[in-house]
């Protein structure tokens, strides 16, 4: 699922693309919006908060899109080919005298009004791509439900923190020397963690590039995330996996054994990495 910084891009672009601009077509191809005719309709702005895009119309028309797993947002000139994937999976076509955007796969299509935006923001936590996040706040509300529940389990929870995912946990965690299992209580200086995450999506929110080391060679992007198996970077000690969250919302974390303090599972047993290799649910390198 594409993070904060992302989707956060995302936004920037289509909002460069399509603000000030007014819609010669629409073209929403799932059920409840089948009718939906925003032609007309000038762009206000588009926005991102966490994970969710909202593309502004005046008349105060909202359009909510999520990508979740595999959903996108493309642009295209006058007559350029499509390319983001075949027909049939194309959900949404907005379309100026100047650019058309595309999106592909979109599990989560909606229209909005103001109040109903205003509802499910309030339902998440602080965005952490924001200039004004209130870091000491954030903290308090990682704390305000069960402080037993392990810390990666927290920061990947929208409810609590906005933008955060799998990629950025891990990295933050490494570089606080903290396994993802330790209970968010226990967590030393936790605004400070949540200011790491904050600042690792920042520094990359200009491009499609997530790296945590400084590095832009693909293979040198991560400490530890998707490294299962090699030698950690900075001691040298195998990185291990295991399942981190109780099904159905279980995902891989990747740790250190000797640089990250804390509790942690037994890593997942090698036939058990050839599975999820071969599902194609890991890319760890062996």
Known sequence: MPEGDTVWLAGRTLDQALAGQSLVRSDFRVP???????????????????KHLFFHFDQHAIVHTHFRM????????????????????IRAMMSTDTVTAVGYRLPVIDLFTGAERERLIST??????????????????CLSGDTSRPIGDVLLDQRVVAGLGLIYVTETLFLHNITPWVPV?????????????????????????QTTTGETARDAWHWVYERTGRGCRRCGTTIEMAW??????????????RCQSGPAPAGLSPEERRRLRTQGRSRYRP
Do not use: K
């Open 244 to 257: 981190q969250g109780r099904p159905p919302q279980q995902r891989l974390a990747y740790w250190c054994p």
């Open 124 to 141: 998440l936590g602080p965005d952490l791509m924001r200039d004004d996040v209130d870091y000491v706040g954030a903290a308090r509300r």
């Open 185 to 209: 209580d226990r967590v030393p200086d936790l605004a400070e963690v949540l200011r790491t995450a904050s600042g690792l999506m920042r520094a990359n929110r200009h491009h499609y590039i």
């Open 70 to 89: 595999d959903g996108s947002w493309h642009l295209y000139s006058p007559g350029q080919r499509w390319r983001g994937g075949p027909g049939w999976q």
């Open 32 to 50: 409840h919006l089948a009718t939906l005719d925003l032609s007309g309709r000038t762009v206000s702005n588009v926005e991102s908060y966490g």
